[in-house]
């Protein structure tokens, strides 16, 4: 099993920047499959980014390509979003999830395909 704790979300203004962390612990980081979900009230949680095991394939939701950028250290056991000109409607709590899988350069994209998942994050975007 493994353990994820994300940090660094807070309040920004429109345009600017923010990078969150996921910390992972308790399990070999790179057996998993990584990526960023977010949240807000009364909807569901929805994909932002994911990235393979190895191999640093990566999806993004084509609301924030261009804008954020996902990373990982598997030396760190960390996975970092970096996200840039943001806008109001990125408001939400983040979630760092990582999943199971044996392929290395698979990319997963569906919520249901994540085995584990952090507390969440609040990223605040005024405008």
């Known amino acids: 099993q493994v353990q994820l704790v994300e940090s660094g979300g807070g309040l920004v203004q429109a345009g600017g920047s923010l990078r969150l962390s996921c910390a992972a612990s308790?399990?070999?980081?790179?057996?998993?499959?990584v990526g960023w979900f977010r949240q807000t009230p009364g909807k569901g949680r929805e994909f932002v980014v994911g990235?393979?095991?190895?191999?640093?394939?990566?999806a993004y939701a084509d609301s924030v390509k261009g804008r954020f950028t996902i990373s990982r250290d598997n030396a760190k056991n960390t996975v970092y979003l970096q996200m840039n000109s943001l806008k109001p409607e990125d408001t939400a709590v983040y979630y760092c999830a990582a999943a199971t899988t044996t392929r290395s350069e698979v990319v997963k994209m569906m919520r249901s395909d994540y085995n584990y998942w952090g507390q969440g994050t609040q990223v605040t975007v005024s405008s």
């Open positions: 308790g399990s070999t980081f790179s057996n998993y499959a």
């Open positions: 990235m393979s095991r190895i191999l640093a394939r990566t």
